[in-house]
DNA sequence: GATGAATGAGCGTTCATTCAT
DNA sequence: AATGAATGAACGCTCATTCAT
C-alpha cells in the first residue's frame, strides 16, 4: 500500500516536483505527445523555461516519472517474494500492489501504461530492460512455486510470469479506457479474481468446486 | 490460418494495396508518428500526392488497416464460438488465429497492437468499440461454458476474456519486443500454453496433474 | 438590356460552356482562390481532365469569363456614346447597362468584380489595360460633354469617369456584400441616383431644387 | 494629417512591429496570399517562428494590420463630423485624410484596399461590419447635412455615402495601379476634385459657374 | 472527346530547444 | 533560480497540372 505517496505530495516550493507532478497530470489527460513543453509548464505554473533547467528534454520527464516509480513495483516484487508465503499469496500481493498504485494515482499509473510500457516504439523500446525485471521479478515467484512443488512445471515460469502480467495491464487498460468501473469494490473484487483466475483456471474442476467453497 | 491473406500479398498495380502494404512496413519499422507521408509513399514507389488521391490522411491509412484486419478477428471468434466444440478448444481456436495472424503478418499485427490497440490516446479510443467487440467476443465463450457448466461461475465471463486476451496480447508484446523468440515451434508451444494456463490455472491440483500426463 | 444572354444560356451538350457557366456559380460563390479545378468540374458535371481540354489553365477559366462579358460592356459604352444623346442620357444608359448585367446575371459580375477588377494582384493587374479602356470609354462621354459645353471643364474628364465608375461598382459591391437590397425597384432607383448624383451633386442648388421638381 | 504614424516607425527593437511592418511591405509587393510567412519573416529579419510567436496566423497579421489602421479612419470621420463645419468641409477633412493616409504609407492603404476592403471573399466578409461603419460616418455627415438644408434629401443619405466612399476608393485604385500620377501635387487636385464633383455635380449649372470662380 | 489516376512543388503551422537577461 | 523571446527544422496536407488510356 501507500504506493507512491510521493508523487502527489509536496506543498514544498520544489519546483521540480511540481513539474513532474504537472506532468502527470498533462501526460495522463492529453498523452505525451499531444502535449506541448508548455502545457506542463502552465499546469505547474512555472516559466516553460525552467522546464529545461531541471530536465534536459520533455522524454527526460517521461523518463523520470516511469523510472521513479516502476523502481517502486519491482522493489516490492522482490520483497514480496522474500517473504515465507505460498506462491499464490505472493501473486495477490503482487497483484495488490500494481491495482493499489492505481488506485492511489490513477494519472500516473496511466501515463506509465499507456506512454511507456505499452508504448514499444520511442519508450517502450527504451525501457525495455526495466519492464523486463518486472516480468522476470514475477517469473522469480513461479519458479520457486514450480521448484517448491505447488506450481505445476509443464508451463513455464516466464510464460507464467507473461500471462499473470497481461491479465493485471489488461484490467489497468479497461480502468484506464473507461470500460470497467472504478469503485473500490471493483478494485478488490479484481485484485481476487485475476490471481484466482490465473492460479486455479477458468474450467470448472473438483478442485476449483472446492475453490467456490472458500 | 490464412488469416489475412490479402495484406502481403498483390505484386499488381493496384496502388492503393501498394500503400496499405507500404504503410505497414513503415509503421512496423518506425512507428506511426515517427514516419512521414513521404516515407510511405516512397516505400510504395509511389508519388507522394498518391497518398492523399486515395486516403483523406495519415490516419485514415492506419485506420484502414486496423478496421480491415480486426474485422476478420472479430469474425473468427464469432466464427468459432458458433461451432460444436468444448470452451477450451474455441479458446484454443482464438489464439491459434491470433497467434497465426502475427506468424503471417508480424508487421501488421505490431502496427494494431502497438499503434492502435495499445495506444490509448488518439488511435486507441477511436476504435474503442471495435476494441471492446473482441473482448466481447470472447467473453460469449466463456459465458456458454458457464452456463453449459464446462466454465466455473465465480469468476464473470467478461472478466475471464480480460485475462485471456491480455495473456494473448502479452505473448505478442513479447514478440514485437524481441523478448520471446519467434520459431514456428514457440508459435505453436505459446498458443498451448495460454490456453492451458488460463483454463487450468497454474497452480498443481490433481486435475492438472492429469494434464501434465496427456 | 439583356445583356450576356450567352452566359446561362445552352442546354446543349457543348462541354466548354458548361464548364465556363459552372465556374461562374463556383467563383461566386466560393471565390476563385477558395475552390478548386474539381469543383469546377463536379459543378459541369464532367470530368476535371476535360476542363484542361478547353483551358490552359484554372486562371484562363476567369480570363475568359473576364474577357468575353467585359468586351460587352465596352462596345456597350461605345455604343451608346456614338448615339447623339445628352451627355447625362448617355451616362444613365452606361449606368443602366451595368446595373442590368448585375441584375441578368448576379453571378457572373461578381467574379468580374470581386476576382478580377477589383484584384489588383495576379488578375486585376493582368486586365489593367481592359480595364482602363471602361474608364477611358466613361472620360470621352465626359470630354465629349465637355467640349459641347454641358458638362464643367474644371473636373477633367479621366476624374469624372473615375468618380462614376467608382460610384458604380460600389453599389456593385454593396449589392453581392448584401449591404443594399436587390430588388427590382432597388436597381432601378439606384440606377437614376447614381447619374442624378454624379451629375447634379449632393448638395442642394437652385438648379437640384428644379431636378427636385422633375 | 500624420495619419497612422506609428504604422512604419520604429528602428526599435520590438519585433513584433518589425514584423507587422515588414508584413506591409511584403503583402503590398507581392499580394497576401502570393508571399509565403517565411517571406514576412526574412523581410523583417526574424525566424521563422517568431511570427507565430506574436501572432497565431497569417491571417492574423492581415487581420492587425486592417483593425489598427481601419479604426483610426473610422475615429477621424467621427471626429470630423463632431466640427462645427459645413458638410462640404466635412467631406473634404474625410477625403483629406483618407488621401493622406495612402500618402504617408502606400504600402499600408494599398494592402488594406486590395486584401481587405475590396476581397469579398475571405477578409472583406469578415471586416463587413468595420467596413460598414465607415460607410455610415460618412453617411451620417450627409443626413445632419440634409436635415439643416445644405444637401438635398432626394439622393437618400446612405446612397451618398456609397458614391463619395466609392469615388474615393477609385482614386487609391487609381494610384495603386499606377493608372494616376502619384505627385504632391496630384493628391491636393484629387481631394479638392472628388468633393467638388461629389458636392457640385459634374454638370455645368449657373451655381457651378460660380464654383469655377473661385 | 473524355476520364481520373498520378505527380510533386509549395506552404502554413507546430513545438522542442536554446539563450540572453 | 527563473523568464519567455527567439530559433528553425520538420511535416501534414492541398491542388494545379500532366498524361496514359
Known amino acids: 500500500m501507500a504506493a507512491g505517496a510521493r508523487s502527489a505530495s509536496s506543498g514544498s516550493a520544489d519546483k521540480r516536483r511540481l513539474i513532474l507532478d504537472a506532468a502527470i497530470r ?106 523486463r525485471e518486472a516480468y522476470d521479478g514475477i517469473a522469480r515467484i513461479v519458479e520457486r512455486a514450480q521448484r517448491e512443488g505447488s506450481f505445476r512445471q509443464d508451463i513455464p515460469a516466464d510464460f507464467g510470469a507473461l500471462f499473470f502480467y497481461g491479465a493485471i495491464e489488461q484490467l489497468l487498460t479497461g480502468w484506464i479506457f473507461g470500460m470497467l468501473p472504478t469503485t473500490e469494490e471493483e478494485f478488490e473484487r479484481a485484485k481476487r479474481l485475476v490471481v484466482e483466475a490465473l492460479c486455479s483456471g477458468l474450467e470448472l474442476t473438483p478442485t476449483t468446486g472446492r475453490a467456490l467453497a472458500r
Open 26 to 131: 498533462v501526460f495522463a489527460e492529453r498523452g505525451f505527445h499531444q502535449c506541448r513543453v508548455s502545457d506542463v509548464a502552465d499546469e505547474a505554473g512555472v516559466a516553460y523555461g525552467l522546464v529545461y533547467h531541471y530536465f534536459r528534454s520533455k522524454e527526460e520527464i517521461l523518463n523520470t516519472l516511469f523510472l521513479e516509480r516502476w523502481q517502486l513495483m519491482l522493489d516490492a516484487i522482490a520483497e514480496i517474494d522474500r517473504r515465507d508465503l505460498p506462491a499464490r499469496e505472493k501473486l495477490a500481493h503482487v497483484a495488490a500492489f500494481i491495482v493499489d498504485s492505481y488506485r492511489h494515482d490513477p494519472n500516473l499509473m496511466k501515463v506509465i501504461i499507456v506512454e511507456v510500457t505499452r508504448s514499444s516504439h520511442s519508450f517502450g523500446a527504451r525501457h525495455l530492460g526495466k519492464i
